[in-house]
């Protein structure tokens, strides 16, 4: 007999019996006894009073106000009786399983009404007092999948995230609850006893990781704990690398992306020594010779890239990242010119941060004919209307290929051969790429001035309101120039900056002034924004302050000069204040 008849199934003459131990009784109520009628008509009332109010919060009936928490009493004692009376049943009948079927089916309901208490959160307290989160975790292990499948449903929706956003108190309770019950212990098992691959089971996976991300966002610490505690997160990526796609595929990479992105150090050491790093490359590498089929494996796509570019903020996974071959990887892909290379793009940038290893990977982008991927990405920004992978838009695919060419400009600067050649590149076909810099420069900088309008406007308006403007104050408006395109124009004026000086000679110094004239620029404003860029890093005379004050100086002399001069009499020459430097780190 399957589930769905288990659930239709209802003894003929004990339809209105709220439990298993009112069987009996029921069955005596049959002849009539007179004294026990009222009693049975007071409970079947309850029962019907209870059942009622249930189904208008489930309708979001306005009636549903009137749910209480003894209501919510009910529920959990009612849980707690039905529990025990399958448990009697089991151990009684345990080698006829049609006798403990009926208590089987009326666990099932109890836990499903059970769901519904999480549109009144704000009697969770009841639930935490009758340890009903404690009973919920110890029915994990039931031997009914389908018990287990209504367990996890519930626990799914009484943690939901939008559900509880109005009471974080005793959302957090409740999870502390769960957790106090040893809740990631069980959960590990419970998945491995589900499989995700048949339909009847896949929901159960499914709520089941609902219900992980739900606690990871409302419980800090928690993701700490799952990590050191359990394996999930090789169950994650068993599940991910699954043969056929489907939602829980999806789900499993989703949440490998969230634990990545929540506690970047401690959850990228432990992906990486679950070999992490080599499971995400593979799926990578399958997407370099094909592209996504649907939305959602579109997404999957881009969770397995966000979980990358995760992994390449941490230094210690950046190197293994480099070292399992990871940069020629991104580089192939983006030969290969599937959708996959908007992501792999935007991978490229994080894996030339600075650090011990963004020399190295420099190196193989240039070794790897990397070049001749990249550059005709610079001179052409595909529209984002045409591809809906285009994360972000335009101006992302402009600030990830800037970043990119600005990063081997940097890091390359030593090597005179692998140097050469990528100024060469700049010489190319008339200057081309110099004017398509140029382009970008002009483009970006009238977007900057049109911002720091904006914030001069609004400046004024809270001097007015006699509000005080403090580095802060200034730190957040360079933040968000940052955002609204000063991060681009850094990358683009770094790269005209390098090759002016690359080139070593006045000529390109007054090729690149012609060719900004023409597009309604001049050298002074590149100065200018590497000044500024310079003079926001926490150290703007050494490491790579100097580096950006020495393409000042070779782009426009005079105009270093002045500044100079100007600081020492009190002015500034920036085009906006700034406050310190932590931004534009981020944005290099």
């Known amino acids: ?90 151990i009684k009948f345990a080698a006829e399983p049609m006798k403990f079927l009926d208590s089987e089916v009326a666990l099932h309901e109890e836990i499903t009404n059970l769901s519904v208490a999480a549109t009144v959160p704000e009697f969770y307290p009841v639930l935490i007092q009758l340890d009903t989160p404690k009973t919920l975790v110890q029915l994990l292990l039931h031997e009914n999948s389908d018990v287990v499948g209504a ?62 991300e739900n606690i990871i966002e409302l419980k800090k610490g928690a993701l700490t704990a799952l990590l050191e505690g359990t394996k999930l997160m090789q169950y994650l990526m068993q599940l991910a690398q699954a043969r056929t796609f489907d939602d829980n595929k999806q789900q499993a990479m989703e949440l490998l992306s969230v634990m990545l992105q929540s506690t970047q150090s401690n959850a ?33 796509l881009e969770n397995t890239y966000n979980c990358i570019c995760s992994c390449l903020l941490n230094e210690e996974c950046r190197t293994a990242f480099v070292d399992a071959e990871g940069v020629e990887l991104l580089v192939l892909i983006l030969r290969k010119r599937k959708l996959s290379r908007f992501s792999a793009l935007r991978a490229l940038e994080y894996s030339l941060i600075p650090s011990e290893c963004s020399k190295r990977a420099a190196v193989i982008v240039v070794e790897q004919m990397g070049l001749g991927a990249l550059f005709p990405a610079f001179m052409k920004t595909p529209k984002a209307k045409k591809y809906k992978v285009l994360k972000g838009g335009e101006a992302a695919y402009e600030e990830h290929i800037t970043a990119i060419l600005a990063a081997l400009l940097r890091e390359l600067q030593e090597d005179p051969v692998l140097f050469k050649r990528l100024l060469g590149k700049f010489a ?16 970006y900088y009238v977007k900057v001035q049109a911002c720091e309008a904006e914030l001069q406007e609004e400046r004024k308006l809270a001097e007015q309101d006699g509000e005080v403007i403090d580095e802060d104050y200034l730190f957040e408006d360079y933040v968000t120039k940052l955002a609204r395109g000063l991060t681009t124009l850094q990358h683009v004026d770094f790269i005209i900056g390098a090759v002016v000086r690359g080139f070593d000679g006045q000529v390109m110094r007054e090729e690149m002034a012609r060719i900004l004239k023409l597009k309604g620029s001049d050298l002074s404003q590149v100065a200018l924004t590497l000044l500024d860029f310079a003079r926001n890093l926490d150290d703007p005379s050494s490491g790579f302050g100097a580096t950006l004050l020495d393409l000042a100086r070779a782009v426009d002399p005079s105009i270093v000069q002045t500044s ?18 932590a931004a534009s780190d981020e944005s290099n």
């Not at 190319?428 to 002009?442: F, M, T, W, Y």
Request: aromatic residues 6%; hydrophobic residues 35%.
């Open 1 to 90: 007999m399957d589930f769905d008849s288990i659930l239709k199934y209802k003894p003929k003459d004990l339809e209105d019996v709220e439990s298993e131990a009112d069987v009996m009784s029921a069955k005596r109520r049959a002849a009539p006894t007179g004294p026990a009628e009222p009693r049975a008509k007071r409970s079947t009332q309850q029962s019907e009073e209870l059942e009622t109010k249930l189904q208008q919060i489930r309708d979001d009936s306005a009636a549903a106000k009137e749910f209480t928490d003894l209501d919510m009493r009910k529920l959990a004692l009612g849980l707690e009786k039905k529990v025990a009376k399958n448990q009697e049943l089991r």
């Open 151 to 212: 367990v996890l449903t519930s626990l799914n929706e009484l943690t939901d995230i939008d559900a509880l956003e109005d009471n974080p108190e005793n959302a957090a309770a409740f999870v502390d609850s769960l957790l106090e019950a040893d809740l990631f212990a069980q959960l590990l098992p419970t998945l491995q006893a589900l499989d995700a691959g048949e339909r009847e089971t896949a929901e159960s996976v499914s709520n089941a990781l609902g219900l992980v």
């Open 268 to 300: 990228c050491r432990f992906f990486k020594d679950a070999d992490g790093i080599e499971f995400l490359l593979q799926i990578a590498a399958y997407y370099k010779d094909t592209d996504p089929r649907s939305d959602e494996e579109t997404e999957f």
């Open 428 to 443: 190319e076909q008339s200057l081309a790429k110099c004017v398509r810099a140029a382009e970008l420069h002009q483009a």
């Open 564 to 581: 100079s001069e100007g600081a020492g009499e009190g002015e500034s020459t920036k085009p906006s204040e700034s406050a310190n430097g």
